[in-house]
C-alpha cells in the first residue's frame, strides 16, 4: 500500500510527556504530511515537507514540530503532550502538481 | 487560507438510489480535487479525482463535477450498495509558495446505504 509505514501504531502516553511519531516511505516521494483526524473536523493539515529539511506548517502546527532529515523519513513530535492532542495521526505522501496523496494506516494517541 | 466545506456531515439513502456530496472551495487557485473513502478504523483511500481543465469524470458507478466559477465540486454514487457505506472525504490542492503543494480537506460525509 504505496511503501508507507507509521510507528507506533498506538500509543498512550502521560500528560507533559514528549511523542515522536515517524513516517517512514520506500517511494522516494518529495511531498510527505502530517493529519490528525478528530470528529467533526475531517483532516487537518499539522505539518508538511517539500523535501529533506524542508518544511511548513499547516492548519493546526501549534504543539507540534516536525523534522525531515532524510527522504524516507518524516517525524512529528508532540513536544509536551496535552490531552487535546490525542488523535488519530496519518502521514501521508506523493503529492506535486495535479498529483494525489496516499495515507499510512494511522497512528492511534491518546494522551492521558 | 485554503478553506473547504462540505454538506451533508450525514447522508442516509435507500439501496439502489443515488448519493450526492457537495464540496465547496475558497482558493481560486486550486487546481485539483481528490476524493477519498474511508471505512471504520482504516486509512482513506482515494477513490476519484478531478483536475481542473476537466469538467466532469465518471468512473462506473462514481462521478464527480467540478464548476470552477462557482468553486464547487461534488461526488456522485449511483446504484448505491451496502459496501458504499463510509466516510467520505473531498480535498483541494494547489500550487503554493516554493512549489510546495497543499492538501486541504472537508469534514466529511458519513454515507449510510440501508438495505
Known amino acids: 500500500d504505496a511503501g508507507i509505514t507509521q510507528s507506533p501504531r498506538h500509543k498512550v502516553t502521560e500528560t507533559g510527556t514528549p511523542v515522536t511519531l515517524r513516517c517512514h516511505q520506500t517511494?522516494?516521494?518529495?511531498?510527505m504530511y502530517w493529519y490528525r483526524q478528530d470528529p467533526g473536523h475531517g483532516l487537518r493539515l499539522i505539518h508538511y515537507?517539500?523535501?529533506?529539511?524542508?518544511?511548513d506548517k499547516g492548519e493546526v502546527s501549534d504543539g507540534y514540530s516536525v523534522s525531515r532529515s532524510k527522504t524516507e523519513d518524516f517525524l512529528l513530535t508532540l513536544e509536551s503532550a496535552t490531552s487535546s492532542q490525542t488523535s488519530v495521526y496519518f502521514c501521508?505522501?506523493?503529492?506535486?502538481?495535479?498529483?494525489?496523496?496516499?495515507f499510512g494506516e494511522g497512528s492511534w494517541l491518546t494522551v492521558v | 487560507g485554503e478553506n473547504v466545506e462540505q454538506h451533508p456531515s450525514t447522508l442516509s439513502v435507500q439501496e439502489g438510489d443515488s448519493a450526492v456530496i457537495k464540496c465547496t472551495y475558497s482558493d481560486s487557485a486550486s487546481n485539483y480535487f481528490p476524493w477519498y473513502k474511508q471505512e471504520l478504523g482504516k486509512r482513506p483511500q482515494l477513490i476519484i479525482d478531478?483536475?481542473?481543465?476537466?469538467g466532469e469524470k465518471k468512473d462506473q458507478r462514481i462521478a464527480v463535477t467540478l464548476n470552477k466559477t462557482a468553486k464547487h465540486f461534488s461526488l456522485h454514487i449511483t446504484e448505491t450498495q451496502p459496501e458504499d457505506s463510509a466516510v467520505y472525504f473531498c480535498a483541494a490542492s494547489n500550487e503554493g509558495t516554493s512549489g510546495t503543494y497543499k492538501y486541504i480537506f472537508g469534514t466529511g460525509t458519513r454515507l449510510k446505504v440501508l438495505a
Open positions: 501521508a505522501i506523493g503529492g506535486g502538481p495535479g498529483n494525489t496523496i496516499y
Open positions: 478531478i483536475r481542473s481543465n476537466v
Open positions: 517511494e522516494n516521494h518529495r511531498y
Open positions: 515537507s517539500y523535501g529533506v529539511k524542508d518544511t
